[in-house]
């Protein structure tokens, strides 16, 4: 079982040490053990390499099992020409090899943080947990033509049959084993590629006659998650809007740095949905309970190992549950636990709850 270890940048080293702590108490418990190769990418990668995605870190990634990655980028290379930035040439290059197609984002609103989020807790309490799976490969992040001159910036935003049709089926199968709702959110509207995007996703839904879809124009979406976000289960979108509105519901609980993801493709990826956290990066404040997630992802879906993500997930819980807080989801920033305390009470946690 090998695990190709990416930190990046920013926040990505301190949160991914802790990740990898819980990793320790797995491998305890369990007997088993990882093989963990490290690489570099991002602004990490260009300050060593030259470049944001060395051929040495692709070689890393393809020879592993699955990857794990903290997160690029940071105001030190915000300059570059654009295919040379940690975000471009780094992540989104390192997406486009791996194929990765779907990415999975849950967001949960556990019961001790209904206080700490933004939202009244008549609207928040009434029972938060959706997914957001988010087209990753293809739209307006990699559409050709696009170009940057001093006149004039441009992108493009392509999906064909295929594409949707692939995301279609993945959120259809997700929304199977939840509660059996998807809302496919577009700009059908005005966008020609949501016009098709809106067709095909009908199409799919008719092999799945126990789920129920809905379309939502993705202003709407945005309004909704913060009026009623209950009515989501499934949310399927495009990798822009899906980027978009994934930040967005990680403030329902109150944080970026609970969100964990997965990516699905040839080979699997796993990392939080937020970024390097410049404004924060190399204080010890972090909340690396997004990073433990995304590890407890890799578990599951990666090695097949269901009870012990199960078990990362709980312990995160009961953490939260006793008081424990990073910064970012303190009432007292004063009481705040740091990045490694944190990381520490969930090690232990989890070791008592085995
Ligand atoms: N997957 C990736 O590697 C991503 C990289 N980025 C890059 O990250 C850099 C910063 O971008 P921003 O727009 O500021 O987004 P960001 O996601 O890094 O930060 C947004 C806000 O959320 C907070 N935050 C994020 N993760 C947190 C955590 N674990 N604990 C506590 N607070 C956390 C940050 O402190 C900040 O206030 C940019 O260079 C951007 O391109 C942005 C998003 C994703
Ligand atoms: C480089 C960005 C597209 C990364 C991002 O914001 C994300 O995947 O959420
Ligand atoms: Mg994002």
């Not at 930190?7 to 007997?31: H, Q, S, W």
């Not at 009623?228 to 109150?254: C, H, R, Y």
């Not at 699997?268 to 970024?275: D, H, I, V």
């Amino acid at each position: 079982m090998k695990i190709a270890v990416l930190p990046g940048d920013g926040i990505g080293p301190e949160v991914v040490r802790e990740a990898l702590k819980v990793l320790e108490v797995v491998e305890k418990k369990t007997g088993k053990t990882f093989e963990k190769v490290f690489g570099h990418i991002g602004g990490d990668a260009i300050d060593k390499f030259g470049e944001p995605l060395p051929e040495e870190t692709k070689k890393i990634c393809l020879e592993a099992d699955a990857i794990f990655l903290g997160s690029v980028g940071g105001p030190k290379w915000d300059d570059l020409p654009p295919e040379k930035r940690p975000e471009i040439g780094g992540l989104l290059a390192l997406r486009k090899m791996l194929n990765l197609y779907a990415n999975i984002r849950p967001i949960k609103v556990y019961r001790s943080l209904v206080h700490v989020s933004p939202l009244k807790e008549k609207v928040i309490g009434s029972g938060v947990d959706l997914v957001t799976v988010r087209e990753l490969s293809y739209g307006v992040y990699y559409g050709q033509p696009r170009g940057l001159d001093e006149e004039k910036g441009f992108d493009t935003m392509i999906y064909d049959r295929k594409t949707v049709e692939r995301i279609a089926r993945t959120a259809f199968e997700i929304a199977k084993n939840r509660r059996k709702k998807v809302t496919s959110v577009d700009k059908a509207n005005v966008l020609y590629s949501s016009m098709l995007w809106r067709k095909v996703v009908n199409e799919v839904a008719r092999e799945y006659p126990d789920v129920e879809l809905t379309h939502m124009y993705v202003d709407n979406a945005a309004m909704q998650l913060i009026l009623k976000p209950s009515q989501f289960d499934v949310i399927l979108t495009t990798n822009m809007f899906g980027d978009i509105l994934s930040d967005e519901s990680a403030a329902l609980p109150g944080s970026l740095g609970l969100l964990p993801s997965a990516s699905f493709g040839d080979k699997n990826l796993y990392e939080p949905a937020g970024g390097s956290a410049p404004d924060i990066a190399g204080k010890n404040i972090a909340n690396p309970i997004a990073q433990i997630l995304s590890l407890a992802m890799m578990l599951e879906h990666s090695f097949g190992m269901v009870e012990e993500a199960r078990k990362i997930e709980r312990a995160v819980e009961l953490v939260i549950e006793e008081g424990y807080r990073t910064r970012d989801i303190a009432e007292d920033p004063e009481k705040a636990v740091s990045t490694s305390q944190m990381g520490d009470l969930i090690c232990k946690k989890l070791e008592e709850i085995w």
